[in-house]
Structures are given as structure tokens and as C-alpha cells.
């Protein structure tokens, strides 16, 4: 009886460890399972100098149980951040959901169809969140393929203690600065030409004053010559008086400002990120400097061309859409563009704008006209192409002295290059363009 007792009672002892061990391994299961749900969203971004990106993701995903974002951090450079997609793309494994691009490379990769429009979620009311300049920016063939994140307008800094007002042409401007050269400044004129972007906005800005800026999104590309022939006149007579020397086009936005800030230039075109240095106490320019909108077409309307920006586009390949929409409103939500303007950047929410704010930055209270009113370059399909052809006119004209005619000529035949050549588009063809990376100054291509 004894014996029968004991061996009843390792029985039930082996089915009691039965049962545990098979609900520990159910559990494991379970926990195995769960973690298999958790979707992981790929986000290929080029590297900012704040590391705002960075911050946004971790916070995206302490707050996010059933989906972890995956932040690719690619270079500031356009070369080589396209370089790196495309290794993405044919590696087939982390195939970004979402991609951050700047405004010049949507057309092209919306042309090749590796983006995909975004029209089902853009109310009306969505749309004018956002300033209609860059808006426009993320439209091609009438669709929308971005959602702006951040964006900047080049500006005018000028010396206020030499010069009375800013000048309301590009004439006016290189009169004066010809006659602060002869007081022994440096510089008339200096601007970031090191990179191409730069140069690009700066010579689309001489380009808009005159209205010569073409669609470039239009299939067949044209130049109203006699405006093109006027703008590029002031350009050269600008050389010519040695207002713009070849220094400026091995300069980058930092070291712009710092040779406009040693007292070396009378006026210097630059990004937004300049202002809120020069009021610092501790600049050798405190209360010495003004920012003002670049010559305009007309002294009325501060349609001043050229804003540039950022923007969030969804992969056409992403299988997680609802996942990756999630993702993109998070990152243009008040909150995180507060922290956006925060990191030095200038947000995309027209909402968080205001003059007191732009009063701390040193900015002038026509910063939100110009992003409204503004056009971002828009080089259209063969991005690359038209950046090149632009900042390589630039360069003749600065640094080798190119007449107008060698300049309309190369401008001209530059563009029917890029149409001759241009390939039909194939489904998943990979881009081949570009850009910057912030405008805050900081580790990237443009000096933004």
C-alpha cells in the first residue's frame, strides 16, 4: 500500500511538471509570436547636423508598441546618398517605407516611379498646413508625392551701418557694394558656390528677378533669351566691377558668414540659419547687420524665387502604407515641428510662425511671405542634369569670364543635352539625383 502511495504521488508530481513545462513553452511561444507582429518600417534620411531625425525616431518608438522605425542615416551629399538608396533598393532586404528628399529630387524619383502619391490622404485642410511655395514643390503631373518637414529661403545680410537700405534690384546692389570696395572691403558680394545647390539658387534668383526662369518640368524646355540675356548682364557686370570674385564659389555657407562677420563683405547671400548669429551680444557685427529679402521682381510683391526644403515621401515599394503615413503625420505634427524650430530648422507648419518668433531669430517679418510666395527650383526629371548645368554656367560666368553669348549658348545646349539623353522611364528604375541636407549650417551638402 505503501509502494502504490508513493508511486501515485510521482505520477501526479510528473503530470503536474508536464503541465508547467508545456504552459512555460507556450508562453514562449506566445512571447516569440508577439515579437514576430512587431512590423519594422525603414526610414532612409541624410544625416542633419542637429540629429533632430534621430531624436524623433526614438520617441516615435517609445510610443509605438506594434511597429519599430528602423532609421538608415545616409550622407548629407546628394551623390552619395542616392548611391546608397539604390543599394537599398537592390538589396531588396531593408528597402526603405519612407524616404526624406529634398524638394529638386521628387520629380525625378516620382517620374521613375519609385515614390508614391500621396493625394488619398491630402485634404484641403492638410494642404494648408503647410506654405503654398513649397507645397507646390511636392506636386508633379498633378499629383502630390511629398509632405514638407522643414524648409528655408536664402536672404540678403547686409551691412547697416554702411548702407542706408537694402537695395531693391541687382543693379542697385552692385553699385554700392562697387563703392564700398573702393573703401577697402573685400568683398562686394559673396555667396555659397562651393555647392552646387547653392550656386543653383543663387543664379535661379538673378534668373527669377528678370523672369527668365524656365519650367524645367515642361517637356519641352525653353529660355525666353532676351530675359536670360539680362539677367546673366548683371551677373557679368557684377564681375566685372569685382563685386562677385571667383573666392565665393569655393565658399560654403559657414565660411561665408564668417567673412561677412570679420567686416569683410558688404553684402553676403546666405541662408536663414545666419540671422540669429549676428544677434549675439558677442558678434563682431552685433547691431550691425541687416537681413532683408533678395531683389524681387517688383518692390510690391516679395515673389523673390527660391525657397528650398525638405520633404517626406513614401516608397511605392513599401508594403506597411498605413504604418508609413503614421510615421510621416507624426513627424509633421505641432509638437515635433516645434522641436524642429528648436534644432535651428525652419518647420514646414505654417501655424508656427509668428514675428515674435521670427523677431528671436533675427528674421524680417516678410519670412513667411517669401515662403508662400516663393518657388523652389523645380529642376523637373533629369534633376542632376539641371543642377549641374546651372551651377556650371555660374562658374563660367564667375570664374572664367565667359561672355553672354558663350553662357545662352552652353545654358541652351546644356538642357537639349539632358532631353537627348534622358532614357525611358522603367518601373523601379533607380534615381540618380540629389541633394542637401539641413539649413542649419551644419554637416551637410548646402550649407542650409
Given at each position: 500500500?505503501?509502494?502504490?502511495?508513493?508511486?501515485?504521488?510521482?505520477?501526479?508530481?510528473?503530470?503536474?511538471?508536464?503541465?508547467l513545462?508545456?504552459?512555460?513553452?507556450?508562453?514562449?511561444?506566445?512571447?516569440?509570436?508577439?515579437?514576430?507582429?512587431?512590423?519594422?518600417?525603414?526610414?532612409?534620411?541624410?544625416?542633419?547636423?542637429?540629429?533632430?531625425?534621430?531624436?524623433?525616431?526614438?520617441?516615435?518608438?517609445?510610443?509605438?508598441?506594434?511597429?519599430?522605425v528602423?532609421?538608415?542615416?545616409?550622407?548629407?551629399?546628394?551623390?552619395?546618398?542616392?548611391?546608397?538608396?539604390?543599394?537599398?533598393?537592390?538589396?531588396?532586404?531593408?528597402?526603405?517605407?519612407?524616404?526624406?528628399?529634398?524638394?529638386?529630387?521628387?520629380?525625378?524619383?516620382?517620374?521613375?516611379?519609385?515614390?508614391?502619391?500621396?493625394?488619398?490622404?491630402?485634404?484641403?485642410?492638410?494642404?494648408?498646413?503647410?506654405?503654398?511655395?513649397?507645397?507646390?514643390?511636392?506636386?508633379w503631373?498633378?499629383?502630390?508625392?511629398?509632405?514638407?518637414?522643414?524648409?528655408?529661403?536664402?536672404?540678403?545680410?547686409?551691412?547697416?551701418?554702411?548702407?542706408?537700405?537694402?537695395?531693391d534690384?541687382?543693379?542697385?546692389?552692385?553699385?554700392?557694394?562697387?563703392?564700398?570696395?573702393?573703401?577697402?572691403?573685400?568683398?562686394?558680394?559673396?555667396?555659397?558656390?562651393?555647392?552646387?545647390?547653392?550656386?543653383?539658387?543663387f543664379?535661379g534668383?538673378?534668373?527669377?528677378?528678370?523672369?527668365?526662369?524656365?519650367?524645367?518640368?515642361?517637356?519641352?524646355?525653353?529660355?525666353?533669351?532676351?530675359?536670360?540675356?539680362?539677367?546673366?548682364?548683371?551677373?557679368?557686370?557684377?564681375?566685372?566691377?569685382?563685386?562677385?570674385?571667383?573666392?565665393?564659389?569655393?565658399?560654403?555657407?559657414?565660411?561665408?558668414?564668417m567673412?561677412?562677420?570679420?567686416?569683410?563683405?558688404?553684402?553676403?547671400?546666405?541662408?536663414?540659419?545666419?540671422?540669429?548669429?549676428?544677434?549675439?551680444?558677442?558678434?563682431?557685427?552685433?547691431?550691425?547687420?541687416?537681413?532683408?529679402?533678395?531683389?524681387?521682381?517688383?518692390?510690391?510683391?516679395?515673389?523673390?524665387?527660391?525657397?528650398?526644403?525638405?520633404?517626406?515621401?513614401?516608397?511605392?515599394?513599401?508594403?506597411l502604407?498605413?504604418?508609413?503615413?503614421?510615421?510621416?503625420?507624426?513627424?509633421?505634427?505641432?509638437?515635433?515641428?516645434?522641436?524642429?524650430?528648436?534644432?535651428?530648422?525652419?518647420?514646414?507648419?505654417?501655424?508656427l510662425?509668428?514675428?515674435?518668433?521670427?523677431?528671436?531669430?533675427?528674421?524680417?517679418?516678410?519670412?513667411?511671405?517669401?515662403?508662400?510666395?516663393?518657388?523652389?527650383?523645380?529642376?523637373?526629371?533629369?534633376?542632376?542634369?539641371?543642377?549641374?548645368?546651372?551651377?556650371?554656367?555660374l562658374?563660367?560666368?564667375?570664374?572664367?569670364?565667359?561672355?553672354?553669348?558663350?553662357?545662352?549658348?552652353?545654358?541652351?545646349?546644356?538642357?537639349?543635352?539632358?532631353?537627348?539623353?534622358?532614357?525611358?522611364?522603367?518601373?523601379?528604375?533607380?534615381?540618380?539625383?540629389?541633394?542637401?541636407?539641413?539649413?542649419?549650417?551644419?554637416?551637410?551638402d548646402?550649407?542650409?
Open positions: 500500500m505503501k509502494i502504490k502511495r508513493i508511486t501515485k504521488i510521482a505520477v501526479a508530481l510528473l503530470i503536474i511538471m508536464a503541465i513545462l508545456a504552459g512555460c513553452d507556450s508562453i514562449g511561444k506566445k512571447n516569440s509570436d508577439e515579437q514576430e507582429v512587431k512590423k519594422k518600417l525603414y526610414f532612409y534620411y541624410p544625416r542633419d547636423g542637429s540629429h533632430i531625425i534621430k531624436r524623433c525616431i526614438i520617441e516615435y518608438n517609445k510610443l509605438h508598441e506594434n511597429v519599430e528602423i532609421g538608415l542615416e545616409g550622407s548629407g551629399k546628394r551623390t552619395a546618398f542616392n548611391e546608397k538608396l539604390n543599394e537599398l533598393r537592390e538589396a531588396g532586404e531593408t528597402v526603405p517605407d519612407i524616404i526624406m528628399i529634398h524638394d529638386t529630387w521628387l520629380a525625378e524619383m516620382a517620374s521613375k516611379e519609385i515614390l508614391r502619391p500621396l493625394d488619398g490622404g491630402m485634404t484641403e485642410n492638410k494642404k494648408n498646413e503647410f506654405f503654398k511655395g513649397m507645397y507646390d514643390a511636392m506636386i503631373k498633378g499629383k502630390t508625392y511629398g509632405l514638407p518637414i522643414w524648409q528655408d529661403v536664402p536672404l540678403l545680410y547686409y551691412r547697416k551701418d554702411l548702407i542706408d537700405s537694402p537695395p534690384s541687382w543693379d542697385e546692389l552692385s553699385q554700392t557694394a562697387k563703392k564700398l570696395l573702393k573703401s577697402g572691403i573685400e568683398y562686394g558680394l559673396i555667396f555659397p558656390g562651393e555647392t552646387q545647390e547653392s550656386a543653383s539658387a543664379l534668383g538673378i534668373w527669377t528677378f528678370y523672369n527668365a526662369y524656365p519650367d524645367f518640368e515642361a517637356e519641352d524646355i525653353k529660355f525666353n533669351e532676351q530675359a536670360l540675356s539680362s539677367a546673366l548682364g548683371d551677373l557679368k557686370n557684377m564681375v566685372k566691377n569685382g563685386v562677385i570674385t571667383p573666392d565665393t564659389l569655393s565658399m560654403n555657407a559657414e565660411d561665408c558668414r567673412a561677412f562677420e570679420g567686416g569683410n563683405a558688404a553684402f553676403m547671400w546666405n541662408w536663414s540659419y545666419a540671422a540669429r548669429l549676428f544677434i549675439n551680444e558677442e558678434s563682431p557685427l552685433f547691431g550691425k547687420v541687416g537681413v532683408a529679402p533678395l531683389p524681387a521682381s517688383t518692390a510690391e510683391n516679395p515673389d523673390s524665387g527660391i525657397i528650398s526644403g525638405y520633404a517626406l515621401a513614401m516608397s511605392k515599394d513599401s508594403g502604407i498605413p504604418e508609413a503615413w503614421s510615421f510621416m503625420e507624426y513627424l509633421i505634427s505641432d509638437d515635433v515641428q516645434r522641436e524642429i524650430a528648436k534644432s535651428g530648422l525652419m518647420p514646414a507648419k505654417k501655424s510662425y509668428n514675428i515674435y518668433w521670427l523677431d528671436q531669430l533675427g528674421l524680417p517679418h516678410v519670412f513667411t511671405e517669401l515662403l508662400e510666395a516663393g518657388h523652389a527650383l523645380k529642376p523637373g526629371r533629369s534633376a542632376d542634369g539641371i543642377i549641374n548645368m546651372m551651377s556650371q554656367a562658374s563660367l560666368a564667375v570664374g572664367e569670364n565667359k561672355s553672354i553669348s558663350d553662357l545662352i549658348k552652353f545654358i541652351n545646349e546644356g538642357v537639349v543635352a539632358e532631353e537627348k539623353t534622358e532614357e525611358p522611364v522603367q518601373e523601379g528604375e533607380d534615381a540618380e539625383d540629389g541633394s542637401q541636407a539641413g539649413n542649419n549650417g551644419e554637416d551637410n548646402e550649407g542650409e
